[in-house]
T-cell receptor, first 115, second 113 residues
Framework: AQSVTQLDSHVSVSEGTPVLLRCNYS??????LFWYVQHPNKGLQLLLK??????LVKGINGFEAEFKKSETSFHLTKPSAHMSDAAEYFC?????????????FGQGTELSVKP | EPEVTQTPSHQVTQMGQEVILRCVPI?????FYWYRQILGQKVEFLVS????????KSEIFDDQFSVERPDGSNFTLKIRSTKLEDSAMYFC???????????FGPGTRLLVL
């Protein structure tokens, strides 16, 4: 069965410093992995996705993630945090090979950005 | 840019009452989903729907729940007799094709008193 584990429930950074949100996955096949962001009182917005093409995936708002099969990781990074990045971030894996199936969410990481 | 919409944004109901949550998926999408997020917990899959039938459902999706695509544009989730533990944010999502990405609506926050 597929699963994801987000290693930090809460991350706090200062504005202008790098962001690292950690995610490990478990999958019996080459997974499709996603990062979604949820701003307060808003829906879930796709940041980026990995679907077995390039291992370094670039997303919106300067975020990127690297798929590392040897480490079963898909960590989300951003070189310089902005106040508007404060939100909940979810690492997500597709439950089936073809992506048409359900998504399985991690527990979420709340990112706080201090001025 | 096309988006998934959901109504209402908030709903308060009494335990035992029926509620219908409505979603309008993106127009050329073929796969439809409901997820829920109980406050402080992770987002959980409820049900997927394709070709006018349920393709997969979770253990949460018991006989109290049903889904329907009544008119080719709306996708509804009905809870027949709400319980306190049904209080959650309910998200609708849609997908154009199996190699694509699920797009989520803004959610309906349901509070059962």
């Amino acid at each position: 069965a597929q699963s994801v584990t987000q290693l930090d429930s809460h991350v706090s950074v200062s504005e202008g410093t790098p962001v690292l949100l950690r995610c490990n996955y478990s999958s019996s096949y080459s997974p499709s992995l996603f990062w979604y962001v949820q701003h307060p009182n808003k829906g879930l917005q796709l940041l980026l996705k990995y679907t077995s093409a390039a291992t370094l995936v670039k997303g919106i708002n300067g975020f990127e993630a690297e798929f590392k099969k040897s480490e079963t990781s898909f960590h989300l990074t951003k070189p310089s945090a902005h106040m508007s990045d404060a939100a909940e971030y979810f690492c997500v894996v597709s439950a089936t090979y073809n992506q048409g199936g359900k998504l399985i969410f991690g527990q979420g990481t709340e990112l706080s950005v201090k001025p | 840019e096309p988006e998934v919409t959901q109504t209402p944004s908030h709903q308060v109901t009494q335990m035992g009452q029926e509620v219908i949550l409505r979603c309008v998926p993106i127009s050329n999408h073929l796969y439809f989903y409901w997820y829920r997020q109980i406050l402080g917990q992770k987002v959980e899959f409820l049900v997927s729907f394709y070709n006018n039938e349920i393709s997969e459902k979770s253990e949460i999706f018991d006989d109290q729940f049903s889904v329907e695509r009544p008119d080719g544009s709306n996708f509804t989730l009905k809870i027949r007799s709400t319980k306190l533990e049904d209080s959650a944010m309910y998200f609708c999502a849609s997908l154009q094709g199996i190699q694509e990405t699920q797009y989520f609506g803004p959610g309906t926050r349901l509070l059962v008193l």
